[in-house]
């Protein structure tokens, strides 16, 4: 919560009372910030580790079922222009 003077303070002078309230603004704006990088951090971590793993691994083989098939596709050509019987 903002701590905002309701009155001027005879103690401060008007420059002294703003900064006062700039710091408390600050402080106020600085505290919700780190909440966030928290709740940010805390938002990143709810996947564990042995998750992350398997999620990796799962893409790393289908990464690799594709990159077979795109392999085999020349290999495939290749044998079904050698079982062809040629044009006379």
């Known amino acids: 919560m903002i701590a905002l003077p309701l009155k001027f303070s005879p103690k401060l002078g008007a420059k002294q009372e703003t900064q006062a309230v ?3 603004l600050f ?4 505290s919700i910030k780190l909440k966030a990088e928290v709740a940010t951090v805390i938002m ?7 998750e992350q ?3 990796l691994t799962a893409a790393v083989e289908n990464l690799l079922k594709h990159v077979r098939a795109r392999d085999d596709q020349p290999n495939k050509l290749h044998d079904k222009f050698q079982s062809t019987p040629a044009l006379k």
């Not at 402080?27 to 600085?30: A, E, G």
């Not at 990143?44 to 042995?50: A, I, R, Y």
């Open 53 to 55: 793993i398997a999620s």
């Open 27 to 30: 402080d106020n704006v600085s």
């Open 44 to 50: 990143v971590e709810t996947t564990s580790l042995k």
């Open 22 to 24: 700039e710091k408390d």
